[in-house]
T-cell receptor, first 117, second 110 residues
Framework: SQTIHQWPATLVQPVGSPLSLECTVE??????LYWYRQAAGRGLQLLFY??????ISSEVPQNLSASRPQDRQFILSSKKLLLSDSGFYLC????????????????FGEGSWLTVV | GQNIDQPTEMTATEGAIVQINCTYQ??????LFWYQQHAGEAPTFLSY????GLEEKGRFSSFLSRSKGYSYLLLKELQMKDSASYLC???????????FGTGTKLQVIP
């Protein structure tokens, strides 16, 4: 069965410090990978998605970046955090199934709580 | 672009039935999902609709009308543990992109 892990689960970082969140998927090959952010009381915002190694699509211009160095590894980074970067960050994966059966069902990791102080 | 609308909050009584609506506007529609998210946790997948009609899965059912850009999630025999946010999400474009609505926070009361 497929599993997804992301870490760290919780972190508190000062403004201007760097960030690195890591996510790995097991039990599947060539998944689509995603980073979402959920600010307090708000919906899920798609930040980046990737359909293959080195292929990153950015949805929101900001001071964050993403990389996919291996097939099942997805990393979210920042060189200098802002207060507005605080939120709940979710890594997710999907594999395109039969369109009439499961579509592109997305499965989420446990999430990482980031507080920028 | 895409626009997904859901009510912000709803309250229902334990044992009752509740319907959570979702309307969307998108180009290249390829399917609609419903997710459940308990406070402080990641969303979990509930249902997927790509054709018009009702999909039933236990106490939960989801309906889709593509011509109207409309879906609803129906929860029957409500239980206290159903208190959560319910997220509507639309798949569009090249299948890889799934966009979420802001969610409906459901409170089940005794």
């Amino acid at each position: 069965s497929q599993t997804i892990h992301q870490w760290p689960a919780t972190l508190v970082q000062p403004v201007g410090s760097p960030l690195s969140l890591e996510c790995t998927v097991e039990g599947t090959s060539n998944p689509n990978l995603y980073w979402y952010r959920q600010a307090a009381g708000r919906g899920l915002q798609l930040l980046f998605y990737s359909v293959g190694i080195g292929q990153i699509s950015s949805e929101v211009p900001q001071n964050l970046s993403a990389s996919r160095p291996q097939d099942r590894q997805f990393i979210l980074s920042s060189k200098k955090l802002l207060l507005s970067d605080s939120g709940f960050y979710l890594c997710a994966w999907s594999v395109l199934g039969g369109a009439r059966i499961s579509g592109n069902t997305i499965y989420f990791g446990e999430g990482s709580w980031l507080t920028v102080v | 672009g895409q626009n997904i609308d859901q009510p912000t909050e709803m309250t229902a009584t334990e044992g009752a039935i509740v319907q959570i609506n979702c309307t969307y506007q998108t180009s290249g529609f390829n399917g609609l999902f419903w997710y459940q998210q308990h406070a402080g946790e990641a969303p979990t997948f509930l249902s997927y609709n790509v054709l018009d009609g009702l999909e039933e899965k236990g106490r939960f059912s989801s309906f889709l009308s593509r011509s109207k850009g409309y879906s609803y999630l129906l929860l029957k025999e409500l239980q206290m543990k159903d208190s959560a946010s319910y997220l509507c999400a639309v798949q569009s474009g090249g299948y890889q992109k799934v966009t979420f609505g802001t969610g409906t926070k459901l409170q089940v009361i005794p």
